[in-house]
């Protein structure tokens, strides 16, 4: 597969996702230095952080407070029950520091960024004005359309297990479920577009609820996004023909003029049948599986 038609794949697939995360453009600001936009929204997130504790019921449902002067609450940023965790994520070539808390992992599987995911969330600004809240969520969602804060953040927690409760009128319930809080600076949300009451440039504070996911494939290459990396890589930074497109968006993988698809359809199969990823093989008594493995097609 030559290299437009590879990118024209890639250009459907995320004008097709993209669409569903369409603002009206209502809120749209003009755009600021990145580096310098950020630098002013860290001393608000921190500020934030240092004068406002959290309580946190059995359901993990979250109310953010402010200390008020004397008061003797410890803060979000010094509360040691749910340690304040951070993470480097370089976007727009700007190291931002996400912090976030971790109130339970969860007991199932965590999805890549790719995946879609079942989450009840809640979103509010750092003026504790909430602009989005989703209790019992029903549909699955990609995560590869939302934010890019949440791609970098929900994919270290874990799914639960659902509650089986015959006849019950209610949506449907899950227990041990992954849940947690992320505090976004705006590069990593919305940055100078906004929406609904999202302003430009607003940070941007989720609790949020993992209860369940679908693996995808998005390159429908046959191979699964959570497979198109290995261990500990994220899937956005694993590129076996270092083409710039990384694996779950390449529909070639290796890169040799062969379509993944097609290297791991099964021969003489009729109807076409393809390996289970375990049982793709290698050949020549190399290593890589086959569709990595530019000498084997
Ligand atoms: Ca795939
Ligand atoms: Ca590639
Ligand atoms: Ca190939």
Redesign the pocket.
Same mark, same amino acid.
């Given at each position: 597969?030559n290299r437009i038609s590879k990118a024209f794949c890639l250009v459907s697939l995320l004008t097709i996702f993209a669409a569903c995360k369409k603002d009206d453009g209502a809120n749209v600001a003009p755009p600021r230095d990145y580096t310098v936009q950020y630098a002013t929204e860290k001393v608000e997130i921190e500020d934030y952080l240092k004068t406002h504790y959290i309580t946190v019921d059995a359901n993990f449902d979250v109310v953010f407070t402010k200390i008020q002067t004397g008061g003797t609450q410890t803060s979000i940023w010094d509360q040691t029950q749910y340690p304040l965790q951070s993470k480097i994520v370089n976007s727009n070539n700007v190291d931002y520091t996400v912090y976030y808390i971790v109130l339970s992992e969860g007991i199932g599987q965590s999805p890549t960024r790719a995946d879609n995911v079942l989450t009840a969330y809640r979103g509010i600004l750092l003026d504790g004005t909430q602009f989005d809240y989703t209790p019992f969520p029903q549909t699955q969602s990609p995560l590869i359309s939302s934010i890019e804060g949440w791609q970098e953040i929900i994919p270290l927690f874990k799914t639960g297990e659902y509650i089986d409760i015959p006849n019950s009128p209610d949506p449907p319930s899950f227990q041990n479920f992954g849940s947690g809080i992320m505090f976004l600076p705006s590069g990593l949300g919305y940055y100078n577009s906004g929406r609904g009451l999202i302003s430009a440039y607003d940070s941007l504070i989720f609790t949020f609820k993992l209860y369940d996911l679908e693996y995808t494939d998005l390159d429908g290459d046959g191979i699964l996004n959570k497979d198109e990396t290995v261990p500990g890589t994220d899937i956005d930074d694993y590129d076996t $023909?270092g083409d710039e497109v990384p694996n779950y968006k390449d529909?070639?993988?290796?890169?040799?003029?062969?379509?993944?698809k $097609?290297?791991i359809t099964i021969p003489n199969s009729d109807p076409v049948e393809y390996y289970e990823f375990d049982a793709i093989p290698t050949c020549n008594g190399g290593t890589l599986k086959k569709?990595?493995d530019?000498s084997c097609?």
């Open positions: 597969m $023909d529909a070639d993988d290796d890169g040799d003029g062969y379509f993944t $097609d290297e569709h990595l530019p097609h």
